[in-house]
């Protein structure tokens, strides 16, 4: 085997020198480079002992270190801001970017319940009719759709069969001589032009809809229905076969297919949120620090690795038994730490951590305000 230098003092920056050369075009990057590999080394003994890495080792460690943080940090921005991404394109890079919460997400999610009230949504509903025949109670609608060359699976959302308004039946006693005019003249719904009435007040004409309503479901078959299995059964039994039955319904296939919409090019799951590696000189003193010490902890993992190939060294009269085992296991638990302690700190300002402690801010405010002697103003 060849005989590899080790580390000699003087680290020299150049490019490529990195694995993959995320930021070896950032002049404040390659500056950091080479005082970085002098902080590990030192850390790690230099020059009581020999340090058995190379310049690019420490370059490594600190490219890792430093593409870790931005991992942290945008993986932090995908989950406070996901809702709003959706549907971005993914050609844009959100590095630089403030990110609004948006409605549309919230508007999407509406969209469901509003397709099942039937008061919008993005759920077709179609109206379809079927004559009524006399005597005859119950209807499949399976086979219905069946005839009209429907495939797929239906839902009937709204069935019209109901009796009359109350409104249509409505008559004053106070209006003319009691008739019920509106209903003889087909005005249901409409005041008669008369020029002699009383005016009464509307929780009048309210209370007397409800008497009528309520008289016709007891002393009167109601109209009704019931839908089981595709079978419609309606009440009362029809007594002639004229007329048509009318109903709305709504394709499930489409509202399945409503749930999922192709978009090609958008943001449509955090694997393709548009974030890309931080801009290392962007980076301020906090989070330099912090890549710092993360790049001290893998370099000392990797030399734990290189000493662990030959656990004992010997020498004259004696072994020496070198630290693979206090260095892999130190690196560990301080990589654990950092990353532990890096996600706390974007817990303590997400957006949703921010807003509580501004709410708590203006509460304390108030509270101090509150113990402000009031002066009184004698004009």
Known sequence: MANIPIYDGSPSWATGLTPFGFYDNDPQFQTDAVKVAKFCAQRLGYP??????QDMSFFTAFEEAV???????????????????????????????????????????????????GTGGNVTYYTGSFPLTASKQTYDLKEWAIDQGITGSIEIKRVFYESSPAIGKIYDPYLGNGLNLMSSFGFGGMSPGIGAFMMMPTNFDMAMIQAIEISEQVRRSNYSFELKNNNLTIFPVPTTGSGNF?????????RIAGSATNTPGNVTNVSNSPYSNPTYTNINSVGRQWIFEYALAISKEMLGYVRGKYSNIPIPNADVTLNQGDLITAATAEKNSLIERLRSYFDETSRKSLLERRSQEAEFKQTELKQVPYTIYIG
Do not use: H
């Open 48 to 53: 009581l002992t020999d340090v058995e890495l």
């Open 67 to 117: 593409t870790v943080y931005g991992n942290e940090l945008y993986s932090y921005q995908i989950r406070d801001n996901q809702l709003t991404l959706e549907g971005l394109p993914t050609g844009s890079n959100l590095n630089t970017s403030v990110i609004t919460p948006s409605f549309e997400p919230i508007v999407k999610l509406t969209e469901m319940y509003g397709a099942e009230a």
């Open 246 to 254: 009318r109903f709305e319904y709504i394709n499930r296939e489409e």
